[in-house]
């Protein structure tokens, strides 16, 4: 079950005991508590990297939930520019994002290198179209802090030097919200 | 840390406000109690107990309003067996209305803002006047209590927000479900041994055997899961009922007219979806029944009839439906009115049957009331119940008899994930309608189709209907004409028909309605997607909007222009 059809109207609550609920806010307590200790300063963050023609982008490995095959798009009448429509990831209907489209780039017919980059975002899918999946990239914070500088297209967060090629960084949840309006959890499935 | 918090509030909400819901109910059911001459001691003990699990829990979770509130009516429980007769109606006026201000306050918890206000002022007027018929002895009662008034009803007629989103599974089913997933699993490795096998070149002459066994079981498993899950979003149609005993009590006030409330089938299980749905424009059903069916006592008791009106709301299945009856034994439909109003509309009324002119009420525009009261004439209309009822994939239907009574039916899907559907091609592309607003499917000739004024007509059943090419209309890609597609699926949407031309048609099939992402909301002519055999996606067209739409869309001009245009009706 996906996490957006735990969202959707007939989301399951287990019956859980008051017991239950309190471990589990121990828990989260306990896990805050070791997040906070694992903030060295020479923290790495891992990113999924893909090309878009000869250009490597890159978003975080955080907001990548899996890789998918691209499989055939079926279209949706009337659907925002960079949707190019909606794919079923095991039953679950998403909207595939043409990231060329997203980025402002010219569109491309896809390849049987192309992959479905499937994002989640407050707990909704969102699958990106991209040429092909290159590689996973390690970069230390201070790396990407320092990358954001000058101006670039909406959602690309920063540039990074790897090797002998730079990597442009995304931020998937930016460009969502820049190029499909506000970002909110899902609501359609309430609506009367 | 706050994620926590609201997740733990949430649970709060999720586990209280059924209580808090059911307050109101018991103490109508106490009413009826001391009305018959009962003691309602078992009623009073059940009150207090949930509301002892309110307190305790809006304790546990510091919100004191909620907890106040609860403690300061099993105060009044506590006193209510030793008043007298006569001072009841007051205290369950008290209990009533401290029962509304509970559910109002637990619903506004997540949002963090209780009305804290409100909250004090009844518990200090509450406590005051406990504290007086202390003062004067058990028999005092609560004579002296303050009621505030207007205030309350409010919760009955919109209940439908603060209770969305979830279901509880008893932890028994999700057990069951685990070893359902654990069978699937298995036979799935079951089958890679025997694929792994087969990969390599060998094959065992069990193989095949094994195959026809794991796949019979895997069908069966994953079949048992669908509907088991499916389970989960249903629930007692009663508990949508039970909503309007409070609202008739209330209007039965109002009016001053004793009614009574009768509920069939209650047991009746219904998609959570639907009923949330159905929830308010039921209330304007009932109202309807109210304002506009029961006469007045003096008429009632001229026509013989007993002055106490009754109000049937029942529930069945039927072929694997939910049937959902309200009735009123009123004064009935007034044909008068109706064929009145049809006849200023233009409506040849001598085409229709009785049962016809009756129907034409789901129609906008066709309130029949002739004053508008402070119970009629407000809120939705007929024709928006109707919307409602075929948006869900279901119909409605009255049935009156002048001076004996109304009937409205309702024929539900059992759930809204599941819907029979029409898939149909178009250009290279399929899309599926849902059944309930198919009037038709027609084989369309060219001899069946004109363009008047760029506005193209599909001839059906001595009538015409407005038609659209659906390629067109749905931004396919392909270069056909209007006039080039085999067949038209003739749709109605409220009181609105139009026909789209399309390529081919399937069969009726069984679908699970998929929503569309939020992002997708501005694509209006689709109410959710379906994934076919092969893992095909194929969108639902939401036929409102598509039915409005081939109303609107004239056709291409002579000089070869094809793209779509939208003006205002021409009909």
Known sequence: ?192 | MEDIFSALVKDFVDETQPIALEVGAQVLKLEEAWGVGEDGKALLRSLRSGLHTIKGNAAMMGLSPVAQVAHVLEDVCARAAEVEPEDRPALVQALLEGGDLLVMLIRSAPAGSLDAGRADEFVARTAVSIEAARAAGASAGLAQMPTETGAAGVVTSAPSDGERGSARIADGDVDELLELAGEAIVGQTELLRVHARLLRGEFEAGDMEVMDRVLTGLGRTTREMRDRLLRVRLAPIATLFGRYGRYVRDLARERGQPIELCIEGGGTAVDRAIIRRLSEPLVHVVRNAVAHGIETAEERAAAGKPVKARILLGAGLREGRVQVTIADDGRGLDMQAIVAKAKAEGIDTSRYGEQDLQRLIFHAGFSTAKTVTELAGRGVGLDVVAGVVQGLGGRIDVRSTSGQGTVFTLDLPVTVSLQKALVFGVDSETFAVPTGFILDTVESREKDLQEINRVLLLSWRDDFVRATDAGRLLGCQGLAEAWARPYAIVLQAGNKRGALLVDWLSGVQEIVVKPLDAALLGCRMLSGATVLAQGKVVPILDCVEVVRRVNRTLQPERSGETKAEVVYDVF
């Open chain 1, 1 to 192: 079950m996906s996490s957006e059809e735990r969202n959707a109207e007939a989301m399951a609550v287990v019956a859980a005991g008051k017991a239950e609920t309190l471990l589990a806010f121990a828990d989260a307590l306990v896990a805050q508590g070791q997040r906070g200790q694992t903030q060295a300063p020479a923290e790495v963050r891992q990113y999924v990297a893909f090309f878009l023609g000869e250009t490597e982008y890159a978003i975080p490995i955080l907001q990548c939930r899996e890789i998918v095959r691209l499989t055939t798009v079926t279209r949706v009448p009337e659907a925002p520019a960079p949707v190019r429509g909606v794919v079923s990831l095991r039953g679950h209907i998403m909207p595939a994002v043409d990231t060329r489209l997203c980025l402002g780039l010219p569109g491309a017919p896809p390849t049987p290198r192309s992959r479905l980059l499937v994002v989640e975002v407050t707990g909704r899918l969102f699958g990106f179209i991209v040429d092909r999946v290159a590689r996973i990239i390690k970069l230390s914070v201070p790396a990407i802090e320092s990358s954001a500088e000058g101006t670039a297209p909406l959602g690309v967060t920063g540039a990074v030097r790897v090797g002998d090629g730079t990597v442009l960084l995304m931020d998937a949840d930016l460009l969502l919200h820049a190029r499909l309006g506000a970002v909110a959890p899902n609501t359609r499935g309430e609506e009367a």
